[in-house]
C-alpha cells in the first residue's frame, strides 16, 4: 500500500507518485504502478518525487541490474567498488539523463566472489550506496 506525500497534484497536471487509496477523490481508481507512462518504456510511475537506488538480483551470480530512480533529470555517476574501495566497474559517467528510472547492467563475470558496493551519485538529488553480493 502506497503512503500518503506532499506534493502538488491537482487536475490539471496528473501526479506520478502512486497515492493511497485515502488521497483519491471518491468514485476515481487509483492508478500508478509500474506501468509506462509518455512513450518511455523505461519510465516507471512509482515512486518518481524521490531518488533512489535499487539492485536486482541480489545476491547474483555473474551479472545484476543496477537501477537509478531520478525524480528530475540529472547527471547520473555509477561507480561500483571492491571492499578495497577500488572502483572496479563505472555503469554511467556523468550521462545526463531525463527523469525516470534507468537500469545499468553490472557484468561481474570477471571479478572474483565477494562484497561489492554500488554508488549512485546525482548532483541534489542522490548520494547512495548499496551492498552487492557476488556468489559463485
Do not use: W
Not at 506534493?7 to 477523490?25: E, F, G, L, N
Not at 487509483?30 to 518525487?49: K, M, V
Not at 554500488?118 to 557476488?134: I, Q
Request: hydrophobic share 40%.
Amino acid at each position: 500500500m502506497a503512503t500518503p506525500h506532499s506534493c502538488p497534484c491537482d487536475s490539471a497536471q496528473r501526479c506520478r507518485r502512486v497515492h493511497s487509496p485515502a488521497d483519491q477523490p471518491r468514485g476515481q481508481a487509483r492508478t500508478g504502478g509500474t506501468d509506462s507512462a509518455e512513450g518511455d518504456p523505461g519510465f516507471s510511475e512509482a515512486g518518481l518525487h524521490e531518488a533512489g537506488l535499487r539492485v536486482a538480483p541480489n545476491p547474483f551470480n555473474a551479472a545484476t541490474v543496477v537501477t537509478v530512480t531520478l525524480p528530475a533529470a540529472g547527471e547520473v555517476t555509477v561507480t561500483v567498488y571492491n571492499v578495497a574501495g577500488r572502483a572496479v566497474a563505472t555503469l554511467a559517467d556523468g550521462a545526463t539523463l531525463p527523469a525516470g528510472s534507468h537500469p545499468f547492467t553490472f557484468d561481474a563475470s570477471e571479478l572474483a566472489s565477494g562484497l561489492y558496493f554500488a554508488r549512485a551519485t546525482v548532483p541534489g538529488h542522490l548520494d547512495e550506496v548499496r551492498k552487492l553480493l557476488l556468489v559463485r
